[in-house]
């Protein structure tokens, strides 16, 4: 089992640049960052978690900013979104970063796709919040429209784009229905988010990966109905407090990568956590 790590980056913590060293020297799998673009003091949403919501959900830096860094000091260390909130970005710019960032690290990166949570945030981005799902699920097809081998127009109801040379291509190539760089959704589990799993993504990224047992045999029933191949399925669950029990449990239901949660911190507790973490590689 691949164990990768999570962490909320932010103008207060370690650098991309010196995790991304650390991870890759001591053999860790892959470095997955979130997403918000700022969040507003409104706070009508409440935190999913409960409680106040931490400091660092405000200082997060961009990812894809982020990981450009990481990728160019390392050479094995995957790189990915956990997640990218694909209802604020303008897709053709998000088509353009996501196939650059892929491309300049040798097909390395992992776009993890979230509904989001924080409906403020949401609205300043024109969403409208019911129908986040389905504008997430159109952009992606405009993205792969211009991931494609060849121009390929693309119209739907929250956007379009004509036919048009559009590169670099993502590093990763095509793989059953999809196209670009390797995609997992996150959310909660459900019908409608394992339709469109099956649909267009490569797997699912369940955060804190509970619950596993009693879903993965739906999710795995979906794929199959999509016609999907049953062992290209990938499941990675995300945001993950470890424990050896834990572990050993996901590696009997078949998961092949875990992204363990690093403190939102300073570098001399990021490297105690990852020292602690290392008993698990």
């Known amino acids: 089992m691949r164990i990768s790590t999570t962490i909320f980056l932010t103008d207060e913590t370690v650098t991309p640049v010196r995790l991304a060293r650390e991870l ?9 960052l979130p997403e ?21 959900y405000g200082r997060t830096l961009d990812p894809f900013v982020a990981l450009g860094q990481a990728a160019a000091v390392t050479e094995r260390l995957t790189l990915g979104t956990g997640i990218t909130l694909v209802a604020q970005h303008d897709p053709i710019d998000l088509a353009k970063q996501a196939a650059t960032l892929d491309h300049l690290s040798g097909g390395r990166f992992t776009l993890g796709v979230g509904y989001g949570w924080n409906v403020e945030e949401a609205a300043d ?7 986040r799902r389905d504008r997430v699920r159109d952009r992606m097809a405009l993205m792969r429209a211009l991931w494609a081998d060849e121009p390929t127009g693309y119209a739907g109801a929250s956007g379009s784009v004509q036919a ?10 095509p793989r059953g229905p999809v196209n670009g760089p390797r ?17 267009y993504a490569d797997g699912w990224l369940p955060i ?31 945001a993950v407090r470890p424990s050896p029990g834990k572990l050993a ?33």
């Open 24 to 32: 890759e020297q001591r053999g860790f799998g892959g470095l997955y």
């Open 36 to 56: 918000h673009t700022h969040i507003p003091v409104s706070r009508r949403t409440p935190y999913p978690m409960g409680g106040e919501l931490p400091r660092e």
């Open 125 to 131: 981005h024109g969403v409208e919040w019911a129908t």
């Open 164 to 173: 048009s040379e559009a590169h670099p291509k993502p590093f990763q190539r």
């Open 183 to 199: 995609t997992l959704i996150g959310g909660g589990a459900g019908p409608k988010l394992f339709a469109h799993i099956a649909e």
């Open 208 to 238: 804190g990966g509970g619950g596993l047992t009693e879903c993965l045999p739906k999710l795995r029933a979906a794929w199959e109905e999509a016609g999907r191949d049953p062992e290209s399925l990938q499941v990675v669950p995300y």
């Open 249 to 281: 449990h996901y590696a009997e239901l078949g998961i092949e990568e875990v992204v363990l949660q690093l403190p939102p911190a300073a570098e001399p507790e990021v490297l105690r956590t990852l020292d602690a973490y290392a008993a698990f590689l």
